[in-house]
């Protein structure tokens, strides 16, 4: 059974960083492309990064790029999102989510696990 568990939202003004931690257990991490995800209040959920199975190649959602770094560690079965100067629209529920698929996704239907989601505010 594969779980996800994510850390490291909180409160943050604008302008400010976080780092979010997602911890896979339950199956070899090495053989998932991890990715994030967010969800803001009346909205529907958005892509926001993925990243290969090795870490070679990543992607991002456009309102993030520039901003955000995603990484992995795969020794601690760990992925990483540090987020940076941060914008009050960035304000939302942040998911982590796990594919077998290789190559890299932006679809939320391509990903089989999911975390419970971890709260990010952004207050001016």
């Known amino acids: 059974q594969v779980q996800l568990v994510e850390s490291g939202g909180g409160l943050v003004q604008v302008g400010g960083s976080l780092m979010l931690s997602c911890v896979l257990s339950?199956?070899?991490?090495?053989?998932?492309?991890m990715g994030w995800f967010r969800q803001a209040p009346g909205k529907e959920r958005q892509f926001v990064s993925a990243?290969?199975?090795?870490?070679?190649?990543?992607n991002y959602g456009p309102s993030v790029k520039g901003r955000f770094a995603i990484s992995r560690d795969n020794a601690k079965s760990t992925v990483y999102l540090q987020m940076n100067s941060l914008k009050r629209e960035d304000t939302a529920v942040y998911y982590c989510?796990?594919?077998?698929?290789?190559?890299?996704?932006?679809?939320?239907?391509?990903?089989?696990?999911w975390g419970q989601g971890t709260q990010v505010t952004v207050s001016s």
């Open positions: 990243i290969r199975w090795n870490g070679d190649s990543s």
């Open positions: 989510a796990a594919t077998g698929q290789s190559d890299l996704s932006r679809r939320e239907d391509e990903f089989d696990y």
């Open positions: 339950g199956r070899p991490f090495e053989i998932f492309q």
